[in-house]
């Protein structure tokens, strides 16, 4: 399969090393606005189409697949581009600005009869699939409770400064993961409260989110973010999670350490491989990257939907909206009205 990607900024540099890995795969074509970040990108992965206007690369055509690397302000119109050019896509979180815009792409997509899929990669992370795979096995009995918390005080915004820019920040960008994270433990909610803050000074958007979620079927999760968090060691970019059953718990600690108390007991060591294109402590994301696009290409070749759709990630996205509706009005939004 051939591929196109648009953006060529910090992230996609990992998407590009695991379209590499990708067995079939070919990236044939780059785009990009900025001139100079578009020739450095290609010439590092020698890839000789590039293009600095995205209409003109899908109407050159001769791919497969779009992968999306952008800021949000830009994917709907590409996505409904890629729509109208028949080409399969793979979009970066978040997938959009509103529910109108996101229900509007998925539309497109369904109407071309093309596989879209959101690249929510925290899911993807090997020692948050090892979790899922003894929850999904019983082992600790029917989850009833969930705590998935990301606290850090990693500086995110030297690699990307435009974080720095929005009035919102922390749900928009790393809480749409951990709450992804959530809906994969519990499933969908229908019930969300949210408090932020913002602590550093020098950003607009807030920097630490504590929601609290209520379950379909019946559960309770606690997401927390920060951004704001200062400890040694510093656990950055690792999600801890605390999962009790009906049978038993489930912990995922700090280094990777995953405790099961069930109807088995282990512990173990799960820390994500070290790619020879990856580096830490980046490498927990950098191999999900590679997981993730993984699945799209399997899913394409295949005909099925994949596990972050762009239906499935509605409700994700809604969460999103429904946290910052509940800081605003100080309340309980009830999901079920979003």
Known sequence: MKGALIGCGFFSQNHLHAWRDVSGVEIVALCDTDAARLQTTAESFNIRRTYEDATELFAEGGFDFVD?????????????????????????????????????????????????????????????????????????????????????????????PYLAEGERFIIEDLGIHILDIARAFLGDANQIAATTRRINPNINGEDVATMLLTHDNGGTSVVDCSYATRRLPETFPQSLLEIDGSAGTLRLDAGYQL????????????????????EKPWHNIQESVLSIQQHFIECVQ???EPQTSGVDNLKTLALVEAAYASTEGSCTINFSAI
């Open 302 to 304: 295949k005909g099925i």
């Open 68 to 160: 999306i690397v952008t800021t949000v302000d830009s994917h709907r119109s590409l996505v409904e581009m890629a729509a109208l050019a028949g080409v399969h896509i793979i979009c970066q979180k978040p997938f959009a600005d509103n529910m109108e815009d996101a229900r509007a792409m998925v539309k497109s997509a369904k109407d071309a009869g093309k596989t879209l899929m959101v690249h929510e990669n925290f899911r993807w992370q090997s020692p948050i699939q090892t979790a899922l795979q003894v929850v999904e096995s019983g082992d600790i009995g029917d989850p009833f409770f969930c705590r998935v918390s990301f606290r850090s005080g990693y500086d995110v915004f030297s690699g990307q």
């Open 259 to 278: 405790s099961v108390f069930g109807k088995t007991e282990t512990h173990r060591d799960v820390s994500p491989p070290l790619l020879p294109w990856a």
